[in-house]
């Protein structure tokens, strides 16, 4: 496509409920990145994708979070069992290599309720 | 891990010039970002610097001095639609080349 794509735009769910979050990079992007904007504060990083596999998590704050890429395009971001602090705008990104700037979809705001 | 900071918020008149500064501190400096981010949408990107001085891009111009952690971003002409927030970024080598860490941004308001 010919920017990044994130689904749902918007995600209201209970406390206690998985959500998946999905990123459509732009075609030909090896690197994929998430992070998490919170009111008033910075993109914080939350994983980066070189092809399929993840050389960089660390920034996922727990084990209730977790992501994955097939066929070095798509990527689906899980948080299982959510929590009023999971709420924020999830954002992706990707890259033609890793490194250089990087093109951002317009992310999904989820509100855990 | 890095510590960048810029000013949380910023007012200026259309016409005029504002200078949004950043300072960082990083361990193995690879590089510096300009993002610009209008309310509910995207970031996008504006500039980039690695070598110490000023890179000119129309409206915008941005300046790093490496030695002093210190970067700029200098805005002239400002219109109304620059009304957005500006956010620096910086590429550490030690602590992942691939990903960029971001300050919180600085909400520039244009006024007429």
């Known amino acids: 496509g010919a920017g990044v794509s994130q689904s749902p735009s918007n995600k209201v769910t209970e406390k206690g409920k998985d959500v998946e979050l999905r990123c459509d990079p732009i075609s030909g992007h090896t690197a994929l990145y998430w992070y998490r904007q919170s009111l008033g504060q910075g993109l914080e990083f939350l994983i980066y994708?070189?092809?399929?596999?993840?050389?960089?998590k660390s920034g996922l704050p727990s084990d209730r979070f977790s992501a994955e890429r097939t066929g070095g395009s798509v990527s689906t971001l899980t948080i299982q069992r959510t929590q009023q602090e999971d709420s924020a705008v999830y954002l992706c990104?990707?890259?033609?290599?890793?490194?250089?700037?990087?093109?951002f979809g317009s992310g999904t705001q989820l509100s855990v309720l | 891990g890095q510590n960048i900071d810029q000013p949380t918020e910023m007012t200026a008149t259309e016409g005029a010039i504002v200078q949004i500064n950043c300072t960082y501190q990083t361990s193995g400096f690879n590089g510096l970002f300009w993002y610009q981010q209008h309310a509910g949408e995207a970031p996008t990107f504006l500039s980039y610097?690695?070598?110490?001085g000023l890179e000119e891009k129309g409206r915008f111009s941005s300046f790093l001095s490496r030695s002093k952690g210190y970067s700029y971003l200098l805005l002239k002409e400002l219109q109304m639609k620059d009304s957005a927030s500006y956010l620096c970024?910086?590429?550490?080598?030690?602590?992942?080349?691939?990903?960029?860490?971001f300050g919180t941004g600085t909400r520039l308001l244009v006024s007429p």
């Open positions: 994708f070189q092809g399929n596999s993840a050389p960089d």
């Open positions: 610097n690695v070598l110490d």
């Open positions: 990104a990707s890259s033609l290599g890793g490194g250089e700037k990087l093109f």
């Open positions: 970024a910086v590429r550490d080598r030690n602590t992942g080349f691939q990903k960029l860490v």
